[in-house]
């Protein structure tokens, strides 16, 4: 039985891919039943699915990785076929390091974010909440866990901003104490206003809206981050709406401005000058250069939130060799435990042997003793008994072999019972 980390993510998957093999939470605890106790597929012991919009990984001891490769496939309705060029699988020593290098970070994304860590802990939950949790992927978890938290607490991992979207929430807190107190207006529905979107979307800020050309985006976007359906608006209600919001991020592929100077000063008027963010994401811009000399309003451009990015990644790069000479030590000492534990089996069998050995000797000298022996020589018989058993099995295999492998057991021999043999 061996442990696999066996998945793919954005590296390896473009999303059209990513999307096909996503689970829905809703069914996740009935995936997990079927992978480890179905009929689909054998030699699953224990499992835990981690599925997120980046990566979709099953965690597993198993016999061979192949066959839950086939089923995760399969569970989608997907020929192995389709599948197989972008999954990866890393069998026990790289798999440990595999979970514990993604809930510290460094497989993600966005270098160093902590969304991942809690969705690692979500996963760990529902497979002990689906009985698929054995004592092997548990401890392991849990030793995930503690690596996450050491590599945030004792690098810097995680204090620079890395990204876009995480350097506009950056800025954004710099004008206003809490995110979770305003209200963000988002233009456009592409990539970059999605990224923004979830990490604004996880400081709950007070409201979210999103205006786009096309509704039906805007509103899908709106249902993944649990926006209000009230949240959609019409790119011609952006003028009249605007003053309304705290920050308005903005990026899409219009050639013209899409917020003017004039659109911002009545927005202002209507605030009654309370100030207001605006993100500038698009290439051409959607928001007039002018409006940044206007007071109360903080305008940051892609080449504003690039300064911060470029400043984080600098750091984080140094935090990187930090956080991976921690996982190493930590790497090794899971596996030393993994090495302990397939040793259980021998030590009780050892033991068991020993006990036998114990009792049948104690039979003897209570029988001994019950006749009258003295005491004396019925405790020379008891220890000369228990050493010729204790020394008749290491004796009997010396005599049994020859050469080099006579050279190495004796040496074996030495080491366990601390021999000074004098060679």
């Not at 604004?200 to 039906?216: D, E, M, Q, S, V």
């Not at 911002?264 to 994401?281: G, N, S, W, Y």
Request: with cysteine; net charge neutral.
């Amino acid at each position: 039985m061996t442990l696999f980390a066996l998945g793919l993510n954005h590296r390896t998957a473009p999303l059209a891919v990513r999307e096909k093999l996503a689970f829905d939470p809703a069914h996740l605890g009935n995936a997990l039943l079927d992978l480890v106790r179905g009929q689909r597929v054998q030699g699953v012991h224990e499992a835990a699915i981690l599925s997120t919009c980046n990566r979709t990984e099953l965690y597993l001891t198993a016999d061979h990785v192949e066959p839950a490769a086939q089923w995760l496939a399969q569970y989608h309705a997907l020929t192995p076929q389709k599948v197989q060029p972008y999954l990866y699988h890393h069998p026990q020593q790289a798999a440990i390091k595999h979970m514990f290098r993604v809930a510290s970070g460094l497989d993600s994304m966005v270098l160093g974010e902590p969304q991942i860590l809690g969705q690692m802990k979500h996963a760990a939950r529902l497979a002990e909440e689906a009985g698929t949790l054995g004592t092997t992927l548990g401890k392991l978890f849990q030793n995930t866990f503690a690596v996450a938290k050491e590599v945030r607490s004792t690098t810097a991992i995680g204090a620079n901003v890395v990204s876009m979207a995480a350097a506009a929430v950056h800025l954004s807190g710099r004008i206003f104490d809490r995110i979770s107190g305003q209200k963000v207006l988002f233009i456009g529905a592409g990539e970059m206003i999605e990224l923004c979107l979830a990490h604004f979307a996880g400081h709950k800020p007070a409201h979210i809206a999103i205006a786009n050309r096309t509704p039906a985006r805007a509103e899908a976007l709106a249902n993944k981050y649990q926006a209000t359906a009230s949240s959609i608006l019409r790119l011609d209600e952006v003028p009249t709406r605007l003053g309304e919001f705290d920050i308005v991020v903005s990026c899409t592929a219009s050639p013209l401005p899409i917020i003017g100077l004039g659109m911002i000063e009545t927005a202002l008027r209507a605030r009654r000058h309370k100030p207001m963010v605006l993100v500038d994401l698009a290439v051409p811009r959607d928001i007039e250069p002018e409006v940044g000399s206007v007071d109360d309003v903080f305008l940051y451009t892609l080449d504003d939130l690039g300064q911060i990015v470029e400043s984080g990644l600098e750091s984080r790069q140094s935090a990187v060799v930090e956080a991976e000479a921690i996982i190493a030590e930590r790497v090794d000492n899971f596996v030393h435990w993994l090495d302990a534990r397939e040793a259980v089996p021998t030590i009780r069998a050892l033991r068991d042997a020993g006990e036998r050995m114990r009792r049948h000797e104690l039979e003897h000298a209570l029988k001994a003793l019950g006749r009258g022996d003295s005491p004396e020589k019925v405790l020379e018989a008891l220890s000369h008994g228990l050493a010729n058993k204790m020394l008749h099995g290491p004796t009997q295999a010396l005599n049994q072999v020859a050469g080099n492998e006579r050279v190495e057991l004796a040496q074996w021999l030495a080491r366990i019972y601390h021999l000074h043999t004098g060679h």
